[in-house]
């Protein structure tokens, strides 16, 4: 039988198969975020949401904190007022301007707290031996039991209300959820052949990390912690909704909704201004983290 | 074979470059968590072999045979129960011997090819200086510089590869990253493990020439694993066939293959389609189920699948003896006095 | 099968001990004397002695949380030192009106999700889906209890149609057409949430059976359209049944919010009473109450996933 393979000499082997530019992961990803219109379309709304809060002495028309008995409840439309006032008299439109940073802060910033915590954590229980996954995994369970609603309620209920204690406790909420995706992740990626491959070279463990691990994980964190900042926004409004969050009279649009309920029966709409605003902040956080996750979702050719 | 020495070299060209004693590994089974049950997969049970300096040795089996378990037993990416692997003529991991870690440096791993074998987020000039920057702690611009000459001794133009990534490569361009990955630490001896088993056949043709010319020009070693019988022909110098965790024959490629001994080894080749219209594919040998892994049958473990099985299989497990000039066969039948019917009435290569 | 349960029994019994000490630690994560804490300040001497007694805080930690775990496991979670009521008793009514809003909003969210998420998926990239994903992000980007606020707004202001707040009864199941008025907006609006992540898990979870190849293996096989939505729906239930469970949850612990603007007298605002008032022995009970439940219906569910999915079983 002849030899086949004499007759196929290993040659140079042309580029036939990619394109002309080499295309990276991320760059895939940035390219597919920008060609969703809806992901642009709400990039653009959080980035008319941040600029105003940055801006906020510049965009509010009026001192969120001082108001006047004789405007009361005034309705939206009123010269010099146009989103209506509160049940102190104060402009509704700086109010919810100056609501911006906080409502924003109070979103971000458990969240970031969180996936810094809670992530290295999970790589933690995801690449130590059983006993460390147990014993963390074990505990984050425990807290697992407690609808997140309750935890944040009891947790504050207890140190007591003001800005810090609520993203302290929100940033406690958030932890155990974070870790247990990111060691999902983790025990994941750490099985595939690569990262064998890596173990081979006698590469020393925290180059492993560095290297192979953390760039394969990261992406499924940020498209999870983009979805939690949205509920960030709405836990920590129903916190000051409830006198346990950012207390008054700082503007804060959860405390804003709680105060305005009196005047339902007054001026409806005006009432429900500071919902609007929460609605369409928390509406942008999740469709940009759906966007995230669809762009990153790349079938890519074997 | 006349093989020039590298200059790691420590025992001599007689020395075999690597000895493996005994190696078994089990693992707990699925369930047994908390380990209220015994039940043990018993993956990797004795195996014992060599491999001499510049030889290519395959290994066969059907998958679940413990081979791919075993190139992972090598490296110590899982760690054995019981068993020596000696590397050069020094114990790995045995007080005065060498060290896991520099094992590593000179034997290494080029894996199946699958999409998940090469960090999807590396470009490929990062993915081949990875082990020589972070294991050897070369600087970045030379272990680059190195990975653009390594990619033209595996057939790709640098200018044009280095900065691609993994998933605009096709299998065959894949496989060969994976080969200049595992040469970049500059070892001695290579495991590929299932290295071609994905590729189309015009493809496997031309990875398997580049490793031959490989061994050539760079004096490697080479421990070929593969479940395609017409590939290991082809590559091998030696050949170990592995069955449920054991060795069943072990030989020099032509004997195993125009003399095979063991009833397993038969029914294998048997099995091999060929390309010759005169020769059939016969009927099986093989009777019988699969037996499970996690509880092997006693004494030899192919007895429940064999045609000649008799009551002293069951019983007494048969050992790798050798009956002519590094053949080497596990099976009663082979050995005189060993209280098979047929044992010493049949010749190496009976029919 | 057994082998599982009672692993997950274990594990459920284990968790359960863990929210107990961290239901019992609530009180001492604040800074300060615990008796301070629980007492107003012109509480009398003899009660602050009284109390320091019954309660043990003289002993060790881990003395007290014995006794303490020892008298709540015979259903005695202490006394409310404002209104000399039994928690345990106010606690277990207060619950009951809670499941009395919780049930019918699990049922309605819960059948609502799985039936626009089937649909969506079987049109999927047709108006019906595009629709029902937009309902499904604004249910979940939605604060509930605005959402309340503004059905408030719609149905009982503008129009009074409906009951703004309140139970309009004396409390248990609505005996009568008027209690169930009151029933109607809560409900609506405490769906809501559970509607749109329970959709779109389902919603997800049908398109990528869809993508599989069984199902058009099914309908090449003769079977009957619906029989093969019934095979991919019972393969889209576990994490469906999953999430279920955990929005279960979110409905025990959501409510307080729901409760509060409609004033209604659930175990939410039993909790929110106790904030208010500082009283951290019944803030300590019912957080133990409700967490435990939590808990135990997560284990029925995954006991109900391992049934229905043999591979869960490991």
Same mark, same amino acid.
């Given at each position: 039988?002849?030899?086949?393979?004499?007759?196929?000499?290993?040659?140079?082997?042309?580029?036939?198969?990619?394109?002309?530019?080499?295309?990276?992961?991320?760059?895939?990803?940035?390219?597919?975020?920008?060609?969703?219109?809806?992901?642009?379309?709400?990039?653009?709304?959080?980035?008319?949401?941040?600029?105003?809060?940055?801006?906020?002495?510049?965009?509010?028309?009026?001192?969120?904190?001082?108001?006047?008995?004789?405007?009361?409840?005034?309705?939206?439309?009123?010269?010099?007022?146009?989103?209506?006032?509160?049940?102190?008299?104060?402009?509704?439109?700086?109010?919810?301007?100056?609501?911006?940073?906080?409502?924003?802060?109070?979103?971000?910033?458990?969240?970031?707290?969180?996936?810094?915590?809670?992530?290295?954590?999970?790589?933690?229980?995801?690449?130590?031996?059983?006993?460390?996954?147990?014993?963390?995994?074990?505990?984050?369970?425990?807290?697992?039991?407690?609808?997140?609603?309750?935890?944040?309620?009891?947790?504050?209920?207890?140190?007591?209300?003001?800005?810090?204690?609520?993203?302290?406790?929100?940033?406690?909420?958030?932890?155990?959820?974070?870790?247990?995706?990111?060691?999902?992740?983790?025990?994941?990626?750490?099985?595939?052949?690569?990262?064998?491959?890596?173990?081979?070279?006698?590469?020393?463990?925290?180059?492993?990390?560095?290297?192979?691990?953390?760039?394969?994980?990261?992406?499924?964190?940020?498209?999870?912690?983009?979805?939690?900042?949205?509920?960030?926004?709405?836990?920590?409004?129903?916190?000051?909704?409830?006198?346990?969050?950012?207390?008054?009279?700082?503007?804060?649009?959860?405390?804003?909704?709680?105060?305005?309920?009196?005047?339902?029966?007054?001026?409806?709409?005006?009432?429900?201004?500071?919902?609007?605003?929460?609605?369409?902040?928390?509406?942008?956080?999740?469709?940009?983290?759906?966007?995230?996750?669809?762009?990153?979702?790349?079938?890519?050719?074997? | 074979?006349?093989?020039?020495?590298?200059?790691?070299?420590?025992?001599?060209? &007689?020395?075999? *470059? %690597?000895?493996?004693?005994? /190696?078994?590994?089990?693992?707990? $089974?699925?369930?047994?968590?908390?380990? =209220? +049950?015994?039940?043990?997969?018993?993956?990797?049970?004795?195996?014992?072999?060599?491999?001499?300096?510049?030889?290519?040795?395959?290994?066969?089996?059907?998958?679940?045979?413990?081979?791919?378990?075993?190139?992972?037993?090598?490296?110590?990416?899982?760690?054995?129960?019981?068993?020596?692997?000696?590397?050069?003529?020094?114990?790995?991991?045995?007080?005065?011997?060498?060290?896991?870690?520099?094992?590593?440096?000179?034997?290494?791993?080029?894996?199946?090819?699958?999409?998940?074998?090469?960090?999807?987020?590396?470009?490929?000039?990062?993915?081949?200086?990875?082990?020589?920057?972070?294991?050897?702690?070369?600087?970045?611009?030379?272990?680059?510089?190195? &990975?653009?000459? *390594? %990619?033209?001794?595996?057939? /790709?133009?640098?200018?044009?590869? $280095?900065?691609?990534?993994?998933?605009? =490569? +096709?299998?065959?361009?894949?496989?060969?990253?994976?080969?200049?990955?595992?040469?970049?630490?500059?070892?001695?001896?290579?495991?590929?493990?299932?290295?071609?088993?994905?590729?189309?056949?015009?493809?496997?043709?031309?990875?398997?020439?580049?490793?031959?010319?490989?061994?050539?020009?760079?004096?490697?070693?080479?421990?070929?694993?593969?479940?395609?019988?017409?590939?290991?022909?082809?590559?091998?110098?030696?050949?170990?066939?592995?069955?449920?965790?054991?060795?069943?024959?072990?030989?020099?490629?032509?004997?195993?293959?125009?003399?095979?001994?063991?009833?397993?080894?038969?029914?294998?080749?048997?099995?091999?389609?060929?390309?010759?219209?005169?020769?059939?594919?016969?009927?099986?040998?093989?009777?019988?189920?699969?037996?499970?892994?996690?509880?092997?049958?006693?004494?030899?473990?192919?007895?429940?699948?064999?045609?000649?099985?008799?009551?002293?299989?069951?019983?007494?497990?048969?050992?790798?003896?050798?009956?002519?000039?590094?053949?080497?066969?596990?099976?009663?039948?082979?050995?005189?006095?060993?209280?098979?019917?047929?044992?010493?009435?049949?010749?190496?290569?009976?029919? | 099968?057994?082998?599982?349960?009672?692993?997950?029994?274990?594990?459920?019994?284990?968790?359960?001990?863990?929210?107990?000490?961290?239901?019992?630690?609530?009180?001492?994560?604040?800074?300060?004397?615990?008796?301070?804490?629980?007492?107003?300040?012109?509480?009398?001497?003899?009660?602050?002695?009284?109390?320091?007694?019954?309660?043990?805080?003289?002993?060790?930690?881990?003395?007290?949380?014995?006794?303490?775990?020892?008298?709540?496991?015979?259903?005695?979670?202490?006394?409310?030192?404002?209104?000399?009521?039994?928690?345990?008793?106010?606690?277990?009514?207060?619950?009951?009106?809670?499941?009395?809003?919780?049930?019918?909003?699990?049922?309605?969210?819960?059948?609502?999700?799985?039936?626009?998420?089937?649909?969506?998926?079987?049109?999927?990239?047709?108006?019906?889906?595009?629709?029902?994903?937009?309902?499904?992000?604004?249910?979940?980007?939605?604060?509930?209890?605005?959402?309340?606020?503004?059905?408030?707004?719609?149905?009982?202001?503008?129009?009074?149609?409906?009951?703004?707040?309140?139970?309009?009864?004396?409390?248990?199941?609505?005996?009568?057409?008027?209690?169930?008025?009151?029933?109607?907006?809560?409900?609506?609006?405490?769906?809501?949430?559970?509607?749109?992540?329970?959709?779109?898990?389902?919603?997800?979870?049908?398109?990528?059976?869809?993508?599989?190849?069984?199902?058009?293996?099914?309908?090449?096989?003769?079977?009957?359209?619906?029989?093969?939505?019934?095979?991919?729906?019972?393969?889209?239930?576990?994490?469906?049944?999953?999430?279920?469970?955990?929005?279960?949850?979110?409905?025990?612990?959501?409510?307080?919010?729901?409760?509060?603007?409609?004033?209604?007298?659930?175990?939410?605002?039993?909790?929110?009473?106790?904030?208010?008032?500082?009283?951290?022995?019944?803030?300590?009970?019912?957080?133990?109450?409700?967490?435990?439940?939590?808990?135990?219906?997560?284990?029925?569910?995954?006991?109900?996933?391992?049934?229905?999915?043999?591979?869960?079983?490991?």
């Amino acid at each position: 039988m002849a030899d086949v393979s004499t007759i196929l000499q290993p040659i140079i082997l042309p580029d036939t198969s990619a394109g002309a530019e080499p295309r990276s992961y991320w760059s895939t990803v940035g390219e597919r975020l920008v060609h969703d219109r809806i992901t642009l379309a709400v990039g653009a709304m959080l980035l008319c949401v941040i600029l105003l809060a940055i801006f906020a002495p510049w965009a509010a028309t009026h001192d969120p904190l001082q108001g006047s008995v004789l405007r009361r409840l005034k309705p939206v439309g009123t010269p010099g007022f146009f989103l209506g006032t509160d049940e102190i008299g104060r402009d509704i439109w700086s109010r919810l301007v100056y609501g911006g940073r906080l409502s924003l802060i109070c979103g971000v910033t458990p969240v970031a707290l969180a996936t810094l915590i809670g992530g290295t954590l999970g790589l933690v229980a995801g690449i130590g031996g059983r006993v460390v996954n147990m014993a963390i995994m074990r505990v984050v369970d425990v807290f697992y039991a407690f609808p997140s609603v309750l935890l944040a309620i009891a947790i504050c209920g207890v140190i007591g209300a003001g800005i810090g204690n609520t993203m302290l406790s929100l940033m406690i909420v958030f932890t155990p959820p974070i870790v247990r995706v990111t060691e999902s992740l983790t025990a994941q990626v750490k099985n595939r052949d690569f990262v064998e491959a890596a173990r081979a070279s006698a590469a020393p463990l925290h180059a492993i990390i560095r290297h192979q691990i953390l760039p394969n994980v990261l992406g499924g964190m940020l498209v999870y912690a983009t979805s939690l900042v949205g509920i960030s926004i709405i836990l920590s409004a129903g916190l000051s909704f409830l006198g346990l969050g950012v207390t008054p009279p700082n503007p804060e649009w959860g405390l804003m909704l709680n105060a305005l309920r009196q005047a339902i029966f007054v001026n409806p709409i005006v009432a429900a201004l500071p919902g609007l605003a929460i609605v369409l902040t928390s509406l942008c956080f999740n469709l940009l983290s759906d966007g995230l996750r669809s762009a990153m979702d790349i079938k890519l050719p074997s | 074979m006349n093989v020039p020495l590298s200059s790691d070299d420590r025992g001599g060209t &007689a020395q075999p *470059l %690597l000895i493996v004693r005994d /190696l078994k590994k089990h693992f707990p $089974a699925k369930g047994s968590f908390w380990r =209220l +049950s015994r039940d043990k997969v018993q993956a990797v049970d004795g195996v014992s072999f060599s491999v001499a300096k510049g030889q290519t040795v395959g290994v066969v089996g059907e998958s679940g045979c413990g081979k791919s378990t075993t190139a992972r037993l090598l490296l110590h990416l899982i760690e054995p129960d019981a068993g020596e692997v000696i590397f050069d003529g020094e114990g790995v991991g045995a007080p005065g011997g060498i060290g896991v870690r520099d094992l590593r440096l000179q034997m290494q791993m080029v894996f199946q090819d699958s999409y998940s074998s090469l960090n999807p987020r590396a470009t490929i000039a990062d993915i081949i200086a990875f082990g020589p920057r972070m294991a050897k702690r070369v600087p970045s611009r030379q272990a680059h510089d190195r &990975a653009g000459g *390594l %990619l033209e001794q595996v057939g /790709l133009q640098p200018s044009l590869f $280095a900065r691609r990534y993994p998933h605009e =490569l +096709s299998g065959g361009q894949r496989q060969r990253i994976n080969i200049a990955r595992a040469l970049a630490l500059e070892p001695r001896m290579l495991i590929l493990d299932e290295a071609v088993s994905a590729l189309d056949k015009s493809v496997e043709a031309q990875i398997l020439n580049l490793l031959a010319d490989l061994r050539r020009d760079l004096g490697l070693t080479y421990l070929f694993i593969s479940h395609d019988l017409n590939v290991v022909r082809h590559v091998s110098d030696r050949v170990v066939v592995m069955y449920l965790g054991r060795i069943v024959e072990a030989g020099d490629v032509g004997a195993i293959f125009r003399r095979p001994s063991h009833p397993y080894t038969q029914a294998l080749l048997r099995a091999m389609p060929s390309m010759d219209p005169d020769r059939r594919t016969e009927a099986s040998l093989l009777t019988g189920d699969p037996p499970n892994p996690i509880n092997p049958p006693s004494g030899c473990r192919f007895r429940t699948r064999c045609a000649f099985a008799e009551e002293v299989c069951a019983r007494v497990s048969p050992a790798l003896d050798d009956i002519a000039g590094g053949h080497q066969v596990a099976c009663h039948m082979m050995v005189p006095g060993s209280g098979h019917s047929r044992a010493g009435t049949i010749c190496a290569g009976h029919d | 099968m057994a082998q599982f349960i009672v692993l997950r029994l274990l594990h459920t019994i284990l968790i359960l001990f863990g929210v107990s000490i961290v239901a019992f630690g609530l009180i001492h994560l604040i800074p300060g004397n615990p008796l301070d804490i629980l007492l107003p300040p012109e509480a009398p001497k003899e009660v602050v002695e009284r109390l320091k007694v019954e309660f043990g805080f003289d002993k060790p930690l881990y003395i007290q949380y014995l006794a303490w775990l020892g008298r709540v496991l015979q259903g005695n979670l202490g006394t409310s030192v404002f209104t000399g009521l039994r928690v345990t008793g106010e606690l277990l009514s207060a619950l009951g009106n809670t499941f009395v809003l919780a049930i019918p909003a699990a049922l309605l969210g819960f059948s609502l999700g799985i039936t626009l998420g089937t649909l969506a998926a079987f049109n999927h990239g047709r108006l019906l889906d595009k629709l029902f994903s937009v309902i499904a992000i604004l249910g979940i980007s939605m604060p509930h209890y605005w959402l309340g606020i503004a059905l408030v707004i719609v149905f009982a202001v503008l129009n009074p149609v409906l009951p703004a707040a309140g139970m309009g009864g004396g409390g248990g199941f609505p005996a009568n057409w008027d209690e169930a008025r009151h029933l109607i907006l809560p409900v609506i609006t405490l769906s809501m949430i559970p509607m749109g992540v329970i959709g779109r898990i389902v919603r997800s979870t049908v398109l990528e059976i869809l993508s599989q190849e069984f199902p058009t293996a099914l309908q090449a096989k003769g079977l009957q359209h619906r029989r093969m939505v019934w095979h991919v729906l019972k393969n889209a239930a576990p994490p469906a049944l999953a999430v279920m469970g955990l929005q279960l949850g979110f409905l025990l612990g959501g409510s307080i919010l729901v409760e509060t603007v409609f004033n209604w007298p659930g175990s939410g605002q039993f909790m929110n009473l106790a904030i208010f008032r500082r009283d951290i022995l019944v803030l300590q009970g019912t957080v133990l109450v409700l967490a435990s439940f939590f808990v135990i219906i997560n284990l029925l569910v995954d006991v109900l996933q391992a049934l229905i999915d043999p591979r869960i079983r490991r």
